[in-house]
């Protein structure tokens, strides 16, 4: 039987309903299909304990990590302390320190769910987010702090290692689907350095994909055609602001942010990959019991596959689909199921 070890990092809101609800499905699955078994620990990372503690990882936290063979992670973020503050005190350590550059973010409108599109059931994309640089490098600075000459700047850092392996990560990637389409998302006539690299960058990766079509799309484009074309897109490939707005549109395009899934990859293995719902820590619905846990799923069906267990992901995404059928839906989709209900409906489903 293989074995592998999981750090659960519940953190924030109703990362630690989901991470729960996530945990005892994975331990259903374990339990049918017999050939393997997860060793979790849990680490109670969290801005509760950033409050008491002065930080969210404390010292030698991330070398315990590495030893593991994922993360499953749940959010980060609480009203009493500032975004950036938790952003930068947990989830971006974790990303940045275990070069978890390959951001990947599927969506597609599951059986059972209606998309508010007309013609929603033609999405079936996913959105590769460069996940290490770019407007999230942290690169900037504030000067004269409070006076009028105040200045801030927020210096967006690409680097050709970068954006090449990111775009050689998608062009894989759009190999291994039927259409073998990729779109390329950049804003390359107004950012004339950094988004142009971009494209040059990535017909130079072309050449290596002659089967995969092509096209570029400038980012505010490219949110017409998702809304108006969704069949246009297949795999798409954006830079870290970019993308993260874009596969926001895309879970709700889908039906709602509870059921969308992230995995940020360390693709060469030489750290764990964590994965996560997309909906953060959403502390207006916190312990209501109405936390839809079909994003965490999801993302734990993607857990699965990136270990190896390909047919027990499978059949925990069908498990997933035969639930949302049946319209057991949590609020966000317009239905009165709990965060329980769910969860036991796709044990039972298992």
Request: aromatic share 8%.
């Amino acid at each position: 039987m293989r074995s592998f070890r999981i750090a659960a990092i519940p953190g924030d809101g109703i990362g630690i309903e989901v991470i729960a609800a996530g945990l005892k499905v994975l331990d259903v699955l374990a339990s049918r299909d017999k050939g393997f078994r997860l060793e979790v620990e849990h680490f109670p990372w969290s801005s509760e304990y950033y409050l008491k503690h002065g930080h969210y990882i404390p010292e030698g936290g991330l070398e315990k990590l590495k030893t593991f063979d994922a993360i499953f992670f749940g959010a980060v973020g609480a009203p009493n302390v500032p975004d950036h503050v938790s952003l930068w005190g947990l989830r971006l350590p974790i990303c940045q320190g275990f070069d978890q550059y390959a951001n990947v973010r599927p969506a597609r409108v599951l059986p059972g769910i209606t998309s508010p599109l007309r013609n929603g059931e033609h999405i079936d994309w996913v959105i590769i987010r460069e996940n290490s640089e770019g407007e999230y490098s942290g690169s900037g600075g504030r000067a004269h702090r409070g006076l009028p000459e105040e200045v801030a700047t927020e210096t967006s850092i690409f680097t050709r290692t970068g954006v090449a392996r990111i775009h050689r990560y998608a062009f894989e990637l759009a190999r291994t689907r039927p259409r073998k389409h990729l779109t390329l998302v950049t804003k390359s006539n107004a950012q004339r350095h950094g988004m142009v690299m971009w494209d040059e960058i990535f017909y130079e990766v072309a050449k290596d994909y002659p089967d995969i079509e092509t096209q570029r799309v400038l980012v505010d484009a490219v949110t017409t055609q998702m809304v108006g074309k969704p069949h246009a897109l297949d795999t798409v490939v954006a830079t870290n602001l970019h993308a993260d707005i874009l596969s926001d549109l895309a879970a709700a395009l889908s039906g709602s942010l509870g059921i969308a899934p992230t995995a940020n990859l360390n693709p060469e293995r030489k750290f764990p990959s964590m994965f996560e719902p997309i909906h953060g820590s959403a502390f207006d619905i916190t312990g209501k019991g109405i936390a839809n846990p079909v994003a965490t799923f999801w993302t734990a069906s993607m857990m699965l596959e990136h270990l190896g267990e390909r047919e027990s992901a499978a059949r925990l995404m069908k498990a997933i689909e035969a639930v949302t059928a049946k319209r057991i839906h949590t609020p966000d989709l317009g239905g009165e199921a709990t965060t329980e209900i769910v969860t036991e409906a796709v044990c039972d489903a298992l």
